[in-house]
């Protein structure tokens, strides 16, 4: 394998910075306008409570982005609409996957095998949801 | 053969979120829950969700309105992600628009919840 040269690295982090920042305005456009929308909402009651709002918000997206980049999902569960959804944040924030998704169905089939006798009991195959 | 009660126990609960609109979990080894979601709660049920509350017995996960009305999710937490659930504090939820792109967030604390027996 060839070695990363100084500008291959540089073109490589552009890239990534460009994807995340693609991304970001991508997912968070609408967000962003709700927030600051929010802010004017909230402009009429007090001052604290626009802080508080912004507060909640900001934290709220920082501790999502922040922590898609630093953590490995243990598994998803849910109707499943969303798998696509996270599969692309996780493709483009070189996040740890979701490696495992569990629908009604599969919950469903694991509590019945676990309801029968031990005999019977095979161990379910949580079906595969990460690296492609 | 399926019997009755397999089919009566798969349907979801007319009163569950996930009967009501497109919900996913996902949780992390850091305890962080985001629930993502297509549909506003207020617009659904007719009030705001207060809290998650989670009750380890028996995996069952609670979305409870400001109210104090309590809704199931629809079908039991995974038992891989039930330790994190356990631990964790608070839940991001966001609202997806189309399936695409975050149109809000919010913060909601997550409780344990006893079993009444």
């Known amino acids: 394998m060839a070695a990363i040269t100084t500008d291959e690295t540089a073109k490589e982090e552009d890239g990534y910075l460009g994807s995340i920042s693609g991304f970001l305005s991508r997912k968070w456009g609408d967000i962003t306008g709700k927030i600051w929308d929010g802010v004017g909402n909230a402009l009429g009651p007090t001052l604290d409570s626009v802080g508080n709002y912004i507060d909640t918000k900001i934290k709220g997206l920082l501790d999502f982005i922040f922590g898609f980049v630093k953590s490995n999902f243990i598994g998803m569960f849910g109707t499943g609409d969303f798998r696509n959804f996270m599969d692309e944040i996780c493709d483009n924030m070189h996040a740890g996957l979701v490696n495992a998704f569990v629908g009604a169905a599969d919950a469903q089939r694991i509590d019945e095998e676990n309801a029968a006798p031990k005999s019977a009991v095979v161990a379910p195959a949580e079906p595969a949801y990460g690296p492609r | ?117």
């Open chain 2, 1 to 117: 053969m399926i019997s009755f009660n397999f089919l009566k126990k798969n349907k979801r609960p007319e009163s569950s979120v996930m009967a009501a609109m497109a919900i996913d979990i996902a949780v992390n080894d850091k305890a962080q829950i985001w629930v993502l979601h297509d549909r506003n709660f207020h617009d659904v049920f007719g009030e705001h969700i207060a809290h998650l509350e989670y009750h380890p017995q028996t995996g069952d996960l609670m979305f409870v309105s400001e109210n104090g009305m309590s809704r199931p999710l629809g079908m039991p937490v995974p038992e891989r992600t039930r330790p994190e659930i356990e631990k964790a504090a608070q839940a991001h939820f966001f609202l997806i628009r189309d399936k695409k792109a975050i149109a809000d967030c919010e913060i909601k604390p997550v409780r344990l919840g006893v079993n009444k027996t």
